[in-house]
Nanobody, 118 residues
Framework: QVQLVESGGGLVQPGGSLTLSCAASGSIFSFEVMGWFRQAPGKQRELVAGITNGGNRMYGNSILGRGTISRDNAKNTVHLQMNSLKPEDTAVYYC????????????WGQGTQVTVSS
């Protein structure tokens, strides 16, 4: 069992940047994939970015070219840096941990709210 805690959300102006962090209560080395998802009101949860233990990264179309995901297995943390934020990026962002790539995520955090507004 591992707990994931997200932080770094908040209110940011359009065009601004934000870095989200996910801290795990235990080792994330056993999780092949760590990812960030988001869910806006009335919409389904969607993949923002994912990263494997080998450092392979995948990005959703919504953040492609504007975001960078990284993981630090020694510190049991995952980060998502987002740039050029738009109002449509407003959502609750969730961190997820999956033991096997392509087989879903096994653990989720509670989420952190990101609001992009002037």
């Amino acid at each position: 069992q591992v707990q994931l805690v997200e932080s770094g959300g908040g209110l940011v102006q359009p065009g601004g940047s934000l870095t989200l962090s996910c801290a795990a209560s235990g080792s994330i080395f056993s999780f092949e994939v760590m990812g960030w998802f988001r869910q806006a009101p009335g919409k389904q949860r969607e993949l923002v970015a994912g990263i494997t233990n080998g450092g392979n990264r995948m990005y959703g179309n919504s953040i492609l070219g504007r975001g960078t995901i990284s993981r630090d297995n020694a510190k049991n943390t995952v980060h998502l840096q987002m740039n050029s934020l738009k109002p449509e990026d407003t959502a609750v962002y969730y961190c997820g941990a999956g033991r096997s790539l392509g087989r879903g995520y096994d653990y989720w955090g509670q989420g952190t709210q990101v609001t992009v507004s002037s």
